[in-house]
């Protein structure tokens, strides 16, 4: 099984502050495979990057993925109100699918 | 518009069996993959498995494997999540979400519905 492990576990920041996600892989994640999504108090997770560095549909260009292999990060630039929320990183590469930890984004 | 809804909070003791749904609308339902997702109360996500609507291929992840079943009925749009005999630490918020082969993952969510096992 291929273990993700977020960091830091909470991101203390201010709006307007850029915001650095890391995502670990125990083994090689094929980047086709690697995502990212957003979570909200009392909602469903929302789909945010796909294929490590694609957004999905009506995501701001300030959310960007990168990476490859083991190491992957989501970068948001410049931090709205509405962007504090958790996130996790997804890899679909190999059964079992799995979730990162998350990474909580709060407002310092 | 792709929209997956799923079944209310339930409330049950243990033992009991359970079925909850989530019905797709708004794309070709047989055709997509729908998977389940488990949050336990405060903590993260871990994935349950998959089941596709057209044949009813299922892929169970072993963490769960022989503790749920998946099943999905085409006529009516709508996959279903089962349990036979809940345990307490069944408790927690499931989510179905639709696998997008072109994304390489889960692409649209249902609402998630709240499952309580106490006696």
């Known amino acids: 099984e291929i273990v993700l492990t977020q960091s830091p576990g909470t991101l203390s920041l201010s709006p307007g502050e850029r915001a650095t996600l890391s995502c670990r892989a125990s083994?090689?994640?094929?980047?086709?495979?690697l995502a990212w999504s957003q979570q909200k108090p009392g909602q469903a997770p929302r789909l945010l990057i796909y294929?490590?560095?694609h957004r999905a549909t009506g995501i701001p260009d300030r959310f960007s993925g990168s990476g490859s292999e083991t190491d992957f990060t989501l970068t948001i630039s410049r931090l709205e109100p509405e962007d504090f929320a958790v996130y996790y990183c997804?890899?679909?590469?190999?059964?079992?699918?799995?979730f990162g930890q998350g990474t909580k984004v709060e407002i310092e | 518009e792709v929209q997956l809804v799923q079944s209310g909070a339930e409330v049950k003791k243990p033992g009991e069996s359970l079925k909850i749904s989530c019905k797709g609308s708004g794309y070709t339902f047989s055709t997509y993959w729908i998977g389940w997702v488990r949050q336990m109360p405060g903590k993260g996500l871990e994935w349950m498995g998959i089941i596709l609507p057209r044949d009813s291929d299922t892929r169970y992840s072993p963490s769960f494997q022989g503790q749920i079943s998946f099943s999905v009925d085409k006529s009516i749009r709508t996959a279903y999540l089962q349990w036979s005999s809940l345990r307490a630490s069944d408790s927690a918020m499931y989510y179905c979400?639709?696998?997008?082969?072109?994304?390489?993952?889960?692409?649209?969510w249902g609402q998630g519905a709240l499952v309580t096992v106490s006696s």
């Open positions: 083994q090689n994640v094929k980047s086709d495979y």
């Open positions: 997804q890899q679909y590469s190999e059964s079992p699918w799995t």
């Open positions: 294929g490590t560095s």
């Open positions: 979400a639709r696998y997008e082969q072109a994304l390489g993952t889960f692409d649209y």
